[in-house]
């Protein structure tokens, strides 16, 4: 135990050398954090809350975005097993509100009534180097959440994470200046979301500027065995 304890401060302390500071729109956002080469241990991806508006539209698609307006994102996530090697062929859904705030497939209070739509909901295949990358765009936000987007990790039909990942503060001021995003209310930040505290730094995406837009990739350890305990057949999360 002791010794594995001593692995991941290694780890982090590696992270934090190979990690680099990116300055952009006035803010510096840590780039990702790199696995270790010597096959040590990889900290596994926290599990979060489902929240009420998954569902699963059967679409394979690498484009999520149908029209709507946003700043454009590409999202790569990385599916590493806990010896930090790449997964192929894991199964990566993604899901997340417009830029209003509005879930596709839902009517439910705080947005529009999106019955009938699929925006902004997909899955892939993981590639050989373990990756998934999926175009979209930046999340909008909701009352009460932080901004945020779902993802699911399922190997051999079996869910072995489910959780979210978000964005740095100052990024989301940036792009929350442009018109698509304005809206009124008060938005959550990160340090105000307890779901975003239970997993806290390693659940924000590592973010590049490109083209008129942004690049965010995120590594995601996943235990192949947690599937049982993460999803009982028939059992969903707690509606949030
Ligand atoms: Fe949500």
Same mark, same amino acid.
């Given at each position: 135990?002791?010794?594995?304890?001593?692995?991941?401060?290694?780890?982090?302390?590696?992270?934090?050398?190979?990690?680099?500071?990116?300055?952009?729109?006035?803010?510096?956002?840590?780039?990702?954090?790199?696995?270790?080469?010597?096959?040590?241990?990889?900290?596994?991806?926290?599990?979060?809350?489902?929240?009420?508006?998954?569902?699963?539209?059967?679409?394979?698609?690498?484009?999520?975005?149908?029209?709507?307006?946003?700043?454009?994102?590409?999202?790569?996530?990385?599916?590493?097993?806990?010896?930090?090697?790449?997964?192929?062929?894991?199964?990566?859904? $993604?899901?997340?509100? /417009? =830029?209003?705030?509005?879930? %596709?497939?839902?009517?439910? *209070? !705080?947005?529009?009534?999106?019955?009938?739509?699929?925006?902004?909901?997909?899955?892939?295949?993981?590639?050989?180097?373990?990756?998934?990358?999926?175009?979209?765009?930046?999340?909008?936000?909701?009352?009460?959440?932080?901004?945020?987007?779902?993802?699911? $990790?399922?190997?051999? /039909? =079996?869910?072995?994470?489910? %959780?979210?990942?978000?964005? *740095? !503060?100052?990024?989301?001021?940036?792009?929350?200046?442009?018109?698509?995003?304005?809206?009124?209310?008060?938005?959550?930040?990160?340090?105000?979301?307890?779901?975003?505290?239970?997993?806290?730094?390693?659940?924000?995406?590592?973010?590049?500027?490109?083209?008129?837009?942004?690049?965010?990739?995120?590594?995601?350890?996943?235990?192949?065995?947690?599937?049982?305990?993460?999803?009982?057949?028939?059992?969903?999360?707690?509606?949030?």
């Amino acid at each position: 135990m002791t010794g594995q304890i001593i692995r991941l401060q290694l780890i982090d302390r590696r992270a934090a050398l190979t990690g680099g500071l990116l300055a952009l729109g006035g803010g510096a956002f840590a780039l990702g954090r790199q696995p270790p080469a010597d096959g040590g241990v990889c900290r596994l991806y926290p599990q979060q809350t489902e929240g009420p508006f998954y569902l699963d539209p059967k679409m394979q698609r690498s484009d999520i975005t149908e029209n709507r307006p946003g700043s454009p994102l590409e999202l790569i996530v990385g599916v590493q097993g806990p010896d930090c090697r790449p997964l192929a062929g894991a199964r990566v859904d $993604v899901w997340h509100c /417009d =830029s209003q705030g509005t879930y %596709s497939g839902f009517d439910a *209070p !705080e947005q529009s009534d999106a019955r009938g739509q699929t925006f902004l909901r997909g899955w892939l295949p993981t590639a050989a180097n373990g990756e998934a990358a999926f175009k979209t765009i930046y999340p909008g936000w909701y009352p009460g959440r932080t901004p945020h987007i779902h993802l699911k $990790v399922i190997l051999q /039909d =079996s869910t072995v994470l489910t %959780s979210q990942l978000y964005f *740095p !503060e100052e990024l989301s001021d940036a792009v929350y200046r442009r018109r698509e995003y304005a809206k009124a209310g008060t938005r959550y930040r990160n340090a105000n979301d307890g779901i975003f505290r239970q997993g806290g730094a390693q659940t924000i995406a590592a973010i590049a500027p490109q083209g008129e837009g942004h690049l965010a990739r995120l590594r995601v350890a996943v235990d192949p065995a947690a599937g049982a305990a993460a999803s009982p057949p028939g059992r969903r999360g707690p509606p949030r």
